[in-house]
């Protein structure tokens, strides 16, 4: 059974770079054929796609986050990451990282981790 | 993008009841790439319906997911007491992948 973990700091700065990593175990994140995804929610609110890795490097990431964003990803530890800099208190939100299925669909999700911005 | 609106944004009912949630795109969605999810309290959410009508693996067959085009509808056909949750729905087959805002089904 696969399963994601998200690890990474619960408290980043106004302006800094939020960081977060994300450990797959129960399968290997180069079997090809799923894309790893980050998806965010705001408190009490619904659910913001916020882009995707290929175990290749590939990425895509949402347009209006897009100046913002990286990904990476390390497949000799089977985990990725995700990077989103110059912060504010909209960025404020529970961050999850998914795998995105054969057709399109997130068919296993991490417990989540919640990122505070905040002075 | 695509905006997926969900109606209603609150749904009171008892357990063993019928639950009619709805899900209307702002555009055409390719029945393939759409998908339902419930969210507990505290949890992440979990894949409950994909290709508009494919219940995921474990998911009782009380979950049904019907439409097509911009209309899509998630039935529970006897509410249990582990229905109690949020529900959204989901498009992928036009990027950025959205979601709606959520239905809430509570205890009546």
């Known amino acids: 059974q696969v399963q994601l973990q998200e690890s990474g700091p619960g408290l980043v700065k106004p302006s800094q770079t939020l960081s977060l990593t994300c450990t797959v175990s129960?399968?290997?994140?180069?079997?090809?054929?799923?894309?790893w995804t980050w998806i965010r929610q705001h408190p009490g609110k619904g659910l913001e796609w916020i882009g995707y890795i290929y175990y290749s490097g590939s990425t895509y990431y949402k347009p209006s986050l897009k100046s913002r964003v990286s990904m990476s990803v390390d497949t000799s530890k089977n985990r990725f990451s995700l990077k989103l800099n110059s912060v504010t208190a909209a960025d404020t939100a529970l961050y999850y990282c998914?795998?995105?299925?054969?057709?399109?669909?997130?068919?296993?999700w991490g417990q989540g981790t919640l990122v505070t911005v905040s002075s | 993008e695509i905006v997926l609106t969900q109606s209603p944004g609150t749904l009171s009912l008892s357990p063993g009841e019928r639950a009619t949630l709805s899900c209307r795109a702002s555009q055409s969605v390719s029945s393939r790439n759409f998908a339902w999810y419930q969210q507990n309290p505290g949890h992440a959410p979990s894949l409950l319906i994909y290709g508009a009508s494919n219940r995921a693996t474990g998911v009782p067959d009380r979950f049904s997911g019907s439409g097509s085009g911009t209309d899509f509808t998630l039935t529970i056909s006897r509410l249990e007491p582990e229905d109690f949750a949020v529900y959204f729905c989901?498009?992928?087959?036009?990027?950025?992948?959205?979601f709606g805002q959520g239905t809430k089904v509570e205890i009546k």
């Open positions: 129960g399968g290997s994140i180069s079997s090809g054929n799923y894309y």
């Open positions: 989901q498009q992928y087959g036009s990027s950025p992948p959205t």
């Open positions: 998914a795998r995105e299925g054969s057709n399109g669909e997130f068919d296993h």
